[in-house]
């Protein structure tokens, strides 16, 4: 819901009326001055465009007493001035890495560059050494959380993946080909490989590599390269096929946040064709063209053939969703074979959660300082099950065609906007710290949830706290665009279990999703009265949580309001302690 607001004059109840209170550098950088001139100069052409929309620059939020968010924009849309007072503190931090569509985006919404190192909001830039994340402001947001190397880098993904497969069986975690990481796995690999002499074919990879850069195909045992790191896999070498030829998927997914748990996945994305039609015959296993999809390999080949329509399904990329079309001809089941996507992507999300919260806990001082966005790789074989190939923790966002201009662009508007950038306020707007008495509540419940305990829901007292999470998760629900959250959700609870630490916020959120899964707009509308009394702000000490004394007695706990939620019994009303609301 965007709707416009009287920005010319001031308005108290989210007006940063200190802006002067961030001090911008007297003295712009030459460089950086000249590098917003070009830009500031491509986007003007794109803004004077007689068809653009102007829209709101601040979305409001579904709450009272919550501050707005800035507004982005695909380029259909002309996003309206601020005052000056606050345009210039939309500042996004210089990068050579940050993708021109990205920089398009943020300059529709009237930020500029700046080299300063602390005055700025939105840094899309490399991922950095842990330590560095210490310097993040409240107010500053950047692309990448510490610590996602754990899936990002192949090796890593590979070991922390096969670990849980372990756990938990193949049947959870058999979405991932059979690996091994060298030099550590040779003789064990070696063992596997002389059981399949002459049948099997193996795919070698760089364990940090990108691009389809030194990836090889083999299938005998001279050909493999012992004396560096390589991720070693068997290969799929009876791949689903169109048109006889091989493709992969590029699934977008966006997290907001990892305490609590908060996974997007983009509805639209991309599919990668290979070049030449597929063989498996051992004759062909060097042609790259054949044998992988990587676009920056494919462009090369002079057979290589663009496509610029997002609906067509004609050369060598096509839009995700015109996979999906052309598969619902063939009569596939894509809904499933969807929800089998996503399962594989929050599984091999939760394999990195304990040691990205472990690093956000030693190196972040706010939660909301980091956001990432990840490229999926999925195959489909013959049977059309999804394999996992890799993720991305950097996926490319340049665009060398409409294709990509179109989704792409669709896909960084709704990103920004989920990200949920405020204007730095001199008042306080967020509660950082605990209270005692927060920390009391989510030690029970914790502890409950360890111990198996038959316990009471944590919605029956909401803490200042607790509202805050949930205000914060509803709201950025509503900016979700094109993304759909797939977790938590109502039918998520299957998942917390994989997680290697029991967090208090997960466990929130997921009641809150099974009690109002159905009725959104009365959860909302119950947090909403709270905020319109501050209550989500207060940290004093009479909003008092007692730790429940009879819990067999209390009948809104975890199983009671999977209950309610199967047979469409009428809400029950939730409290706030020491609230009359």
């Known amino acids: 819901m965007f709707m416009k607001r009287d920005l010319s004059a001031d308005v108290s109840d989210f007006s940063p009326s200190d802006a002067g209170d961030v001090k911008l550098p007297d003295n712009a950088n030459d460089k950086t001055r000249g590098a917003n001139s070009a830009i500031n100069s491509a986007a003007a052409k794109e803004l004077d465009g007689p068809l653009l929309r102007e829209t709101p620059a601040l979305v409001l939020s579904l709450f009272t007493n919550i501050l707005p968010t800035i507004y982005f924009a695909t380029s259909d849309e002309k996003v309206e001035l601020l005052p000056r007072s606050m345009r210039k503190l939309l500042k996004w931090k210089k990068s050579p890495v940050t993708p021109i569509i990205v920089k398009q985006a943020m300059i529709r919404s009237h930020f500029t560059i700046t080299s300063d190192t602390h005055q700025w909001l939105l840094c899309w830039g490399k991922h950095m050494h842990s330590p560095a994340f210490r310097f993040l402001l ?3 947001k950047l692309n990448h959380f510490p610590g996602t190397f754990q899936i990002g880098r192949k090796d890593m993904l590979w070991r922390n993946l096969a670990r849980l497969r372990k756990l938990f069986g193949r049947q959870e975690f058999g979405f991932f080909p059979q690996s091994f990481v060298l030099p550590f796995d040779l ?28 990836i090889r195909v083999l299938h005998k045992w001279n050909q493999l390269p012992k004396s560096r790191p390589l991720v070693v896999q068997r290969y799929l070498h009876k791949p689903f096929l169109i048109d006889g030829c091989k493709f992969d ?3 977008y997914v966006y997290i907001t946040s990892y305490n609590p748990l908060r996974i997007y996945i983009f509805d639209d994305g991309l599919v990668r064709f290979a070049s030449c039609r597929y063989s498996p015959s051992t004759k062909n296993l060097g042609n790259r063209f054949m044998h992988l999809t990587n676009y920056s390999v494919n462009r090369h080949n002079s057979a290589y053939e663009v496509n610029l329509d997002r609906n067509a399904c004609r050369g060598h990329k096509w839009a995700l969703k015109a996979l999906w079309n052309y ?20 599984k091999t999300i939760i394999v990195s959660e304990a040691v990205v919260n472990s690093h956000m806990e030693q190196f972040v001082q706010h939660q909301s300082s980091c956001h990432e966005l990840f490229g999926f790789d999925i195959m489909l074989d013959e049977k059309l099950k999804p394999w996992l190939l890799e993720v991305n923790i950097s ?19 709704d990103l920004l906007n989920l990200a949920g950038i405020q204007l730095p306020q001199k008042k306080e707007w967020q509660p950082w710290n605990l209270t005692e008495n927060e920390k009391a509540k989510q030690s029970y419940y914790l502890s409950a949830f360890l111990s198996e305990q038959a316990v009471p829901s944590l919605l029956d007292s909401l803490t200042p706290d607790d509202v805050w999470t949930l205000v914060q998760a509803e709201d950025e629900l509503s900016r979700c665009g094109q993304f759909e959250r797939v977790f938590p959700t109502v039918s998520t609870v299957h998942y917390l279990r994989f997680l290697e630490i029991p967090r208090y916020y997960n466990i929130l959120l997921h009641q809150w999703e099974l009690l109002y899964h159905a009725a959104r707009h009365k959860g909302i509308a119950f947090l909403n009265n709270l905020c319109k009394q501050h209550f989500h702000l207060d940290r004093s000490d009479h909003h008092h949580w007692v730790e429940p004394d009879d819990q067999l007695s209390l009948q809104n706990g975890i199983e009671s309001t999977k209950l309610l939620c199967e047979t469409n019994e009428a809400v029950p009303q939730l409290q706030a302690i020491g609230s009359s609301s």
């Open 249 to 251: 998927l590029r699934v």
């Open 395 to 413: 996926p490319s966002l340049h665009s060398s065609s409409a294709l990509d201009i179109n989704i792409k662009g669709q896909l960084i508007k």
């Open 187 to 214: 003789r064990q690999l070696q063992r596997v490989w002389d059981q399949g002499v002459g049948r099997r074919r193996w795919i070698a990879k760089p364990p940090a590599g990108a691009r389809g850069n030194g």
């Open 138 to 140: 409240k107010h500053q």
């Open 327 to 346: 598969l619902n001809e063939q009569a596939v089941d894509t809904t499933s074979l969807w929800e089998q996507i996503k399962d594989i992507v929050l």
